[in-house]
């Protein structure tokens, strides 16, 4: 039994295209996208019209990941006031972008269960951890954080959110951070998904890193208004994509008090923030 899972699409075809190439050349038996298929990129149009071809076609399962939750308030919510309406320009764009397949996100599930025909061979999937979409599990979570964060009596665990690929043990449980297809967070720039193969009696995982044409993705977030429509955020989100780094955390911890106080701009902000670095 062969399982391909992947997540944080965000937005990027040119990646999830290259992704689904390799899923089916593979052989996967299933599917799953781990949530975060929209948003935070430039053709969420376009991937969702893809992955519901595949969903139609193939059976491919989607799970609802944070992004998906922000999309939908922002559809069916207005901006708390004028610094909200700002920081979350993006999202709204998104919104623009999708029309009428804006809700097209809202039935589907937030995790997934599935087993092979063996004793103890449960697989959990969920893009964050039982703490919520939110949560995510990095080498730095120490194991005395994950109990509360881990299912009992899975074998395997698979996650996201953090979009740095990761393969840990807990327990007895292996834990499988399948990273991100279209915005990796560390440093490396290929699109990652995870494979999970049931054979002999158990569960075995591994990370596969693609290639795929980031000039196209380039000319993607340029040409389609992302960048000059999306709010002084969406230029940190193309740069954190462009390095392959999580720089939007580093940025709310120098600048997000202030701004939410209304003490520096949300532009000026974002400008300094990336000609430091």
């Known amino acids: 039994?062969?399982?391909?899972?992947?997540?944080?699409?965000?937005g990027n075809l040119?990646?999830?295209?290259?992704?689904?190439?390799?899923?089916?050349?593979?052989?996967?038996?299933?599917?799953?996208?781990?949530?975060?298929?929209?948003?935070?990129?430039?053709?969420?149009?376009?991937c969702l019209d893809l992955f519901e071809r595949l969903r139609a076609d193939l059976g491919w399962l989607p799970l609802r990941g944070n992004h998906e939750d922000f999309v939908l308030r922002c559809a069916h919510q207005p901006p708390d006031n004028p610094i909200d309406a700002d920081l979350r320009r993006f999202a709204d764009w998104t919104c623009q972008q999708l029309q009428d397949r804006v809700g097209a996100t809202a039935t589907w599930a937030d995790h997934l269960c599935l087993h092979a025909p063996a004793a103890d061979s449960w697989v959990h999937a969920t893009h964050g951890t039982l703490l919520g979409n939110r949560?995510?599990?990095?080498?730095?979570?120490?194991?005395?954080?994950?109990?509360?964060?881990?299912?009992?009596?899975?074998?395997?665990?698979?996650?996201?959110?953090?979009?740095?690929?990761?393969?840990?043990?807990?327990?007895?449980?292996?834990?499988?951070?399948?990273?991100s297809v279209g915005s990796p967070f560390d440093g490396d720039i290929r699109a990652s998904y995870g494979q999970l193969e049931f054979r002999k009696g158990a569960w075995h995982t591994r990370i596969v890193r693609?290639?795929?044409?980031?000039?196209?993705?380039?000319?993607?977030?340029?040409?389609?208004?992302f960048l000059d429509q999306g709010g002084p955020l969406a230029k940190l989100i193309h740069r954190e994509w462009r390095d392959a780094l999580p720089l939007m955390p580093h940025w709310?911890?120098?600048?997000?008090?202030?701004?939410?106080?209304?003490?520096?701009?949300?532009?000026?902000a974002v400008r300094e923030f990336l000609q430091g670095l």
Not at 1 to 10: L, N
């Open 14 to 46: 040119p990646a999830l295209q290259v992704t689904v190439e390799d899923i089916e050349a593979w052989g996967a038996d299933l599917t799953v996208s781990n949530g975060d298929l929209i948003n935070r990129g430039p053709n969420s149009l376009g």
């Open 1 to 10: 039994m062969r399982v391909a899972i992947f997540s944080d699409v965000q």
């Open 252 to 268: 709310h911890r120098e600048y997000g008090s202030a701004v939410l106080r209304g003490q520096i701009s949300l532009e000026w």
């Open 210 to 225: 693609l290639d795929y044409d980031r000039q196209q993705t380039e000319g993607e977030f340029r040409r389609s208004g």
């Open 135 to 179: 949560d995510g599990i990095s080498q730095s979570v120490p194991d005395e954080q994950l109990t509360a964060r881990l299912p009992e009596g899975v074998a395997v665990f698979v996650t996201a959110h953090t979009h740095k690929p990761l393969e840990r043990h807990f327990k007895g449980t292996r834990i499988l951070n399948v990273g």
